[in-house]
């Protein structure tokens, strides 16, 4: 930083400099930032809240998946099932109850059966909830010059609700949870199985369609959000560069004051 005042050495220049610096540092600009910071957890409050109700849906959603699992993997070996990819689809692949899976066909020994009869099945996938976010925002690193560089997705669960930017729901698209089978007949429990994998289904679709309203208002939140976490980062970048410069300063000054290079300057 220069001055104007020619009658200072210029150890007087880097010593005015780093105190005017340090005013900045250690005075006002802690004040700021705190009250940035404040407002921040303000937005990340309702961000949080509304995320974690999301998380409350997907886990129920893919509890039910894991269940409608578990009762086709127990129908598959007591009852009557498709033989078809359509049978299959009538089933799980429902406009009216959402897609749960997509028919195929293979060998039943592939797909879980103790058979080698050709049959239907279907595979289950987890459906998810990300963030797109931007590490530099989450974590707080004042080092880089650019907040919003290598942005990412990350998986949104309670521990991490409110992060990033945005939110999206996703069906369908995470692990797989197992493969499921259409009951075609059988006695015994079959028909409870049958009736039970439908009801699923339909809770599953209920709690899908609940899901869009909480995201669209969580990234109304988070757009907000994401504004005051610049706010806050540049608070702290400029910190992070003065003090920076003020560790410079004192490298030069201890050069300048140093008798081995002619000093005092």
């Known amino acids: 930083m220069a001055f104007a005042n020619t009658s200072l050495s210029v150890i007087g220049i ?4 780093n105190l005017a610096l340090g005013i900045g540092t250690t005075g ?16 990340k409050a309702p961000a949080t809240y509304i995320d974690n109700i999301i998380v409350g849906f997907l886990t129920s959603i893919n509890l039910k998946k894991q269940q409608i699992v578990s009762i086709a993997a127990s129908a598959g070996a007591a009852c009557g099932i498709s033989t078809t990819a359509a049978g299959v689809d009538a089933v799980y692949n429902s406009v009216s109850n959402g897609v749960i899976a ?27 909830l990300v963030a797109y976010q931007y590490p530099n925002l989450e974590n707080g690193n004042y080092t880089t010059d650019n907040p919003i560089e290598s942005p990412s997705n990350v998986s949104v669960i309670s521990s991490n609700a409110g992060i990033g930017k945005t939110t999206t729901f996703t069906q369908n698209n995470g692990t797989s949870l197992g493969n499921v089978f259409a009951i075609t007949g059988g006695g015994g429990s079959c028909t409870g199985w049958a009736s039970s ?8 679709a ?26 806050y980062w540049s ?12 560790d410079a300063n004192k490298i030069i000054l ?7 290079y002619g000093g005092p300057y």
Not at 235 to 246: D, H, P, R, W
């Open 254 to 260: 201890d050069v300048l004051n140093n008798p081995a």
């Open 235 to 246: 608070l702290n970048k400029v910190v992070n560069l003065t003090n920076a410069q003020i």
């Open 28 to 43: 006002v600009l802690p004040e700021v930032i705190g009250i940035s910071s404040d407002t921040l957890q303000k937005w």
């Open 206 to 231: 209920t709690l899908r369609s609940g899901i869009a309203t909480y995201a669209t208002a969580v990234n109304s939140v988070k757009n907000y959000k994401h504004a005051q976490q610049l706010d």
């Open 102 to 128: 997509i028919g195929a066909t293979n060998i039943g020994t592939n797909v879980g059966l103790a058979t080698t009869a050709i049959v239907g099945f279907g595979t289950v996938f987890a459906d998810t």
């Open 197 to 204: 994998i439908t009801s699923l289904i339909n809770e599953i």
């Open 14 to 17: 880097l010593t005015t400099s």
